[in-house]
């Protein structure tokens, strides 16, 4: 997996606002990472959220992104738009839903979808966005260990242990 850009936000721009602004929040594009094990990553508006949550960190396919850009034409979009936190090529983030998986030597665990919402319109200016995303909004996952994670030129993924024995004959992962 090849990390290819790293963004953290202070605070909710769009969580928690149903019915109200946007908030004003930037979205920071920064060159490393502290990952947390179970709070999160450290300047991130959802670190310490709850305990266990589902969203500690998120991964976004780089590919997805320029495939959005290009099919929607969206002059402009900028990949921060997407508030997810890490950018990557080389693997299917699907495939990671239920999977423990490790990158630049920090074990995560795919927890589900990020599903796009109604505010990925908002924030793209462009009401086709968030249809557009649907099964390809990136990944939640939990940090299970701690450390830094960089852009880098390619790192590769490594030590997947899936949750469920069923799910790595769907996935065909392999350790």
């Known amino acids: 997996m090849q990390v290819t850009n790293l963004f953290i936000s202070p605070g909710h721009n769009f969580f928690g606002h149903h019915g109200q602004p946007a908030g004003e929040h930037p979205v920071v594009a920064v060159e490393q990472i502290e990952c947390v094990a179970g709070r999160g990553i450290r300047g991130d508006r ?22 959005l850009e290009h099919e929607l034409e969206l002059n402009g979009a900028r990949p921060e738009l997407t508030r997810r936190n890490v950018f990557t090529r080389g693997v299917d983030l699907n495939e990671l839903v239920a999977v423990e998986f490790e990158v ?50 390619q790192w590769h993924w490594h030590g997947v242990r899936n949750i469920s024995e069923d799910m790595l004959s769907r996935c065909h992962l392999a350790n």
Not at 123 to 132: H, K, L, P, S, T
């Open 46 to 67: 959802f670190f310490n959220r709850s305990p266990d949550y589902k969203g500690q960190i998120t991964f976004f396919d780089m590919a997805v992104f320029q495939a």
């Open 104 to 153: 630049q030597g920090i074990r995560f665990a795919g927890v589900e979808e990020c599903r796009p919402c109604y505010w990925m319109n908002h924030a793209f200016q462009d009401e086709r966005v968030e249809a557009w995303l649907q099964g390809r909004g990136g990944l939640r996952a939990r940090i299970l260990s701690n450390g830094v994670l960089t852009c880098a030129d």
